[in-house]
């Protein structure tokens, strides 16, 4: 996830084709449209890569799109 790394803003809005492209992938897989626990379940794969450098992810199924916001020390 370089995009969201070199990001200056704390808040990035993706597509899940954006997504599926930046992570390799022709499309996402069918959980990640149905089941919003797919974005934060730390032990699914691509999880760990935006957890991993600080982000938190929120899909937007009704628009297919992924809002990632940095995660901050609480």
């Known amino acids: 996830m370089d995009l969201l790394a070199a990001s200056d803003d704390d808040e990035v809005v993706l597509t899940f084709a954006e997504i599926a492209a930046i992570i390799g992938r022709r499309h996402l897989p069918e ?17 760990v890569r935006w957890t991993a450098i600080g982000w938190r992810a929120r899909a937007d199924r009704d628009h297919l799109r992924v809002t990632f916001t940095r995660a901050t020390e609480e």
Do not use: E, F, Q, S
């Open 31 to 47: 959980t990640a449209i149905l089941h919003p626990g797919w974005w934060t379940d730390k032990r699914n794969g691509p999880v």
